[in-house]
T-cell receptor, first 115, second 110 residues
């Protein structure tokens, strides 16, 4: 398996609190992604990064922000968590752009529950 | 962006039966990738198809890309309990983004 670590793996928080999920990679891949997975919706892209300090929005970016200050770390922040953000969050990495045929390697996932 | 529809959403099969999942698009796809996610696990890349009419095999799995590059299928011959999981197709929606279909969940009765 690719060297991808997500933390925390499980988190329960209350509505209105800030939450940060971390993705750490040891593969030196350029591209990093955050997806959320919900029943009936498959995997939906939140944000992605194509280099240090280079990020862009995905299809469900509202309520989320990201930062990438180092190649190996990609942070996903929920500034004020809502119950609709209860989900399983997957980080993924790829050597070349996923949209252009780059194979994605996924982390183990972070299960977030917002009460 | 363009969407792909995966059918069926769920499939129960008896061990030893064949299984097929389909990925359909209303527009031409530049490429298609397939991933498998075991229950409680994370998606794992299976294969990528790029050429019109392409067929690739991995043991009991056969992947096809339609001639018009608007659909793709994954066929499993003689399913085993180890095939249980959700199978996703994914495609290039725009630029760097890979967009996933809704997935087909396969359940196999021993």
């Amino acid at each position: 398996d690719a060297g991808i670590t997500q933390s925390p793996r499980h988190k329960v928080t209350e509505t209105g609190t800030p939450v940060t999920l971390r993705c750490h990679q040891t593969e030196n891949h350029r591209y990093m992604y955050w997806y959320r997975q919900d029943p009936g919706h498959g995997l939906r892209l939140i944000h992605y990064s194509y280099g240090v300090k280079d990020t862009d929005k995905g299809e469900v970016s509202d309520g989320y922000s990201v930062s990438r200050s180092k190649t190996e770390d990609f942070l996903l922040t929920l500034e004020s968590a809502t119950s609709s953000q209860t989900s399983v969050y997957f980080c993924a990495i790829s050597e070349s752009a996923g949209g252009y045929g780059g194979e994605l390697f996924f982390g183990e996932g972070s299960r977030l529950t917002v009460l | 962006g363009q969407q792909v529809m995966q059918i069926p959403q769920y499939q129960h099969v008896q061990e030893g039966e064949d299984f097929t999942t389909y990925c359909n698009s209303s527009t031409t796809l530049s490429n298609i990738q397939w991933y498998k996610q075991r229950p409680g696990g994370h998606p794992v890349f299976l294969i990528q198809l790029v050429k019109s009419g392409e067929v690739k095999k991995q043991k009991r799995l056969t992947f096809q890309f339609g001639e018009a590059k608007k659909n793709s299928s994954l066929h499993i011959t003689a399913t085993q309990t180890t095939d249980v999981g959700t199978y996703f197709c994914a495609h290039n929606n725009a630029g760097n983004m890979l967009t996933f279909g809704g997935g087909t969940r396969l359940m196999v009765k021993p």
